[in-house]
């Protein structure tokens, strides 16, 4: 493996040292100045004003970073990056077989995009793109803020298949109305769990544990955790709107994920087995909203959120075809191999997507999937 380049290796190597931290003055509470010991970033969501959140389920904590980047963009400068991998690969100094893009988020006030990879070496890496340009964002003397995350499973603790569980302890992570909402794995004997922070962090964490009727698998579970989520209002009344893997569409009402409740969610379709949900975003166009979510082995999909309130049933029977839908409609749209997505604006999302011919693209939609 290459060294990595001095400035960034620099940045880098922030993310593994524990600084010594200080309060400072005009900062928000709860905030620090010093190197955060992320060991991890399994899932990347902006807060306000340029706060992003880290999930790192290794440390089993969500990390709170002043990016400093909280000008406010109207019109943003569109993304179109060939072989992303690739330039991420070089700029890290190593090869696209040494490095994994975990996830990608875009700031709502300067449209810049963050992406979080994992090296092949056990390091986590923070970058920001604007428009062709890829930097490293340095983790080292900044303002902060932690909070370590209850109930956890342990380092050890291994699944049927001998794989750990404590990767799954964030399985997702988003924003909204001062909460941060974490969904994941618990130690508890319903382990799918979804958090609900609030921000500025305090001691408080409200835990709920989950329960759907899964019909490709013909069975209720509480063991699978959400894979992605997004937030919505649907007849007046606020949901968490949730997939998993194989792929149920479930809603929550926000309202009833409260601490130390046991929760039913609703499963509104059934979108096809031997298939995982990657990311899932909302937006709109007119007066109408619309869902969006990239797949492991399908298209992307887009479902009027009009289709979702107009059903009032509830999938509890199974599904036995394989590969097989139920549910609401939905639509498979002509772009496949999406891996990442996330809301630029309304109308258009920044999706990195493994083209035919191979390369691995970032780039910027119009609005011409609504």
């Known amino acids: 493996m290459k060294k990595l380049p001095l400035l960034l290796s620099i940045g880098i190597a922030g993310l593994l040292s524990l600084a010594a931290s200080h309060r400072s003055t005009n900062q928000p509470e709860g905030f620090l100045t010093g190197t955060p010991e992320i060991k991890s970033i399994n899932a ?22 002043d990016t400093k980047d909280a000008a406010l963009v109207e019109k943003p400068t569109e993304v179109d990056i060939k072989n992303f991998d ?42 920001k793109i604007e428009g062709n340009k890829i930097e490293a964002v340095a983790l080292k003397d900044i303002r902060y803020s932690t909070l370590t ?101 479930v809603l929550f009402p926000l309202d009833e994920l409260k601490p130390g409740t046991h929760v039913k969610g609703r499963t509104v379709a059934e979108m096809g087995s031997g298939n995982s949900p990657l990311d899932i975003v909302t ?32 999938l509890t029977s199974p599904v036995e075809e394989n590969s097989a839908t139920a549910g609401v409609d939905f639509v498979s749209l002509p772009v496949t191999n999406v891996i990442q997505l996330d809301k630029l604006d309304d109308t258009r999302m920044i999706l990195l997507q493994r083209r035919t011919n191979g390369n691995l693209d970032l780039w910027t939609s119009n609005d011409r999937f609504l």
């Open 149 to 249: 995350l209850n109930n956890v499973p342990s380092e050890e603790a291994k699944d049927k298949r001998g794989q750990s569980v404590r990767v799954a302890a964030i399985s997702d992570i988003g924003y909204a109305d001062g909460k941060v909402m974490v969904s994941g794995l618990s130690n508890q004997e319903f382990s799918a769990t979804f958090r609900s922070i609030p921000f500025p962090f305090t001691n408080q964490q409200d835990q709920a544990s989950l329960e759907i009727y899964h019909a490709a698998h013909g069975k209720y579970e509480t063991q699978a955790p959400i894979k992605t989520f997004t937030t919505a209002e649907i007849n007046g009344k606020k949901y968490l709107v949730a997939s998993y893997t194989c792929t149920p569409l």
């Open 44 to 65: 990347l969501a902006f807060g306000p004003d340029g706060i992003l959140f880290i999930g790192d389920s290794k440390s089993a904590a969500v990390f709170a970073i």
């Open 283 to 314: 937006m709109k166009k007119g007066n109408e909203s619309f869902l969006f979510m990239a797949n492991s082995n399908r298209p992307v999909f887009k479902v009027k959120y009009q289709s979702i309130a107009a059903y009032q049933g509830a």
């Open 86 to 127: 690739q330039q991420v690969a070089a700029l890290l100094g190593t090869t696209v077989q040494n490095i994994t893009i975990q996830d990608i988020a875009v700031n709502p006030r300067s449209k810049k995009v963050y992406c979080a990879v994992q090296h092949s070496d056990g390091t986590p890496v923070l970058l």
